[in-house]
């Protein structure tokens, strides 16, 4: 029998090659097949989520579409024995918000391979704090550490540091002991930053070196990078010797004009972060630390909630980077 029950959910068309959004009414049969049925409880706001809703085919192909690559909740009905009703987890990457139905409705049906317990030390709102942008912060943080980074006097560089995966890194980043240096083009938001745990702040000018050299003097003792473009070449001339950078985003830009010389005169490490698609025992261990020994006690001062209702204008904002935070999707009201 058809599922008839009827659930509320942001939908964006396609009309005419212009695209709108609204927020509308689904029914539970209008999912796409999966093994667990969800009802979603919070979500939150990503870039990704920003470009779907705006009808960018590099993310979304199809429309009518409700975006939302993050989302958690409880499971309501499984198809699968090691997923019961009741349980409360979580679901960030893989493809869902991206040409699968998302977060952004009350309810998903997703593959149970997507799912992830909710950890213990977590509620379900501080879990979408974090979102895809902590467990991003968090993924870079571990590769980094795989690579031999740990606390010392190094400065340990987060750009775009006032955006949902630079706050979460300077967070996490100072909750494990290391020495955070925040950059960041938000000179009022220098306060914002010191309380998340960040030592120094700089301007984001003077990690955008132009003048184009091969070396710079070194600096970093590890790079946690968001915005991709000059930026990036410009931590990696500054990386100290035998150091990583580790490359999560692209809000500058997703090309990077850059010499060897770093690679092979200090030998440093260009980590590409995946979030969408790790192995489930990786995204275990991402979300086993932050809800544990990485757990930022700042999380509140992180979220910025709002309803469904509220969340195109923060999407509007989101694509003219005057987002700090993270803004997390109250599903429920």
């Known amino acids: 029998m058809p599922d008839k029950r009827k659930f509320k959910a942001m939908i964006i068309k396609e009309e005419d090659g212009k695209f709108f959004r609204h927020i509308g009414e689904k029914t539970v049969d209008e999912l796409p097949l999966g093994d667990v049925l969800i009802r979603v409880l919070y979500s939150s706001l990503n870039y990704k989520d920003a470009l779907s809703a705006a009808g960018n085919k590099g993310v979304t192909r199809r429309y009518p579409h409700t975006p939302g690559i993050d989302a958690a909740g409880i499971v309501e009905?499984?198809?699968?024995?090691?997923?019961?009703?009741?349980?409360?987890?979580?679901?960030?990457?893989f493809d869902l918000g991206m040409n699968t139905s998302g977060g952004f409705g009350q309810y998903i049906r997703v593959p149970s391979e997507w799912i992830v317990g909710l950890p213990e030390g977590l509620s379900l709102k501080e879990?979408?704090?974090?979102?895809?942008?902590?467990?991003?912060?968090?993924?870079?943080?571990?590769?980094?550490?795989?690579?031999?980074?740990?606390?010392?006097?190094?400065?340990?560089?987060?750009?775009?540091?006032t955006g949902g995966v630079g706050s979460l890194a300077v967070a996490i980043l100072s909750n494990a002991g290391y020495k955070?240096?925040?950059?960041?083009?938000?000179?009022?938001?220098?306060?914002?930053?010191?309380?998340?745990?960040?030592?120094?702040?700089?301007?984001?000018?003077?990690?955008?070196?132009?003048?184009?050299?091969?070396?710079?003097?070194?600096?970093?003792?590890?790079?946690i990078d968001s915005v991709g473009g000059n930026i990036l070449a410009t931590a990696l001339k500054q990386?100290?010797?035998?150091?990583?950078?580790?490359a999560c985003g692209l809000t500058q830009s997703p090309l990077i004009n850059t010499w060897v010389y770093p690679f092979i005169l200090r030998g440093v490490n260009l980590l590409g972060i995946d979030s969408a698609h790790c192995s489930i025992e990786t995204r275990l261990e991402v979300w086993n630390n932050l809800a544990g020994k990485w757990k930022s006690l700042t999380l509140d001062l992180i979220k910025h909630e709002c309803v469904l209702e509220e969340l195109s204008e923060k999407i509007d904002l989101i694509l003219q980077g005057k987002i700090t935070g993270r803004v997390v999707v109250n599903m429920e009201k």
């Open 77 to 93: 009905e499984s198809t699968v024995e090691q997923i019961k009703p009741g349980e409360k987890v979580l679901v960030t990457g």
């Open 127 to 161: 879990s979408m704090i974090y979102g895809t942008a902590g467990f991003t912060a968090g993924l870079s943080l571990l590769r980094l550490e795989y690579m031999g980074l740990e606390p010392s006097d190094d400065e340990i560089l987060v750009t775009g540091a």
């Open 180 to 223: 955070v240096t925040a950059a960041t083009g938000k000179a009022d938001k220098e306060n914002y930053l010191r309380t998340l745990g960040a030592r120094i702040i700089l301007d984001r000018k003077d990690v955008d070196n132009p003048t184009g050299k091969a070396l710079q003097p070194p600096r970093w003792g590890g790079v």
């Open 239 to 246: 990386t100290k010797y035998n150091c990583s950078v580790a």
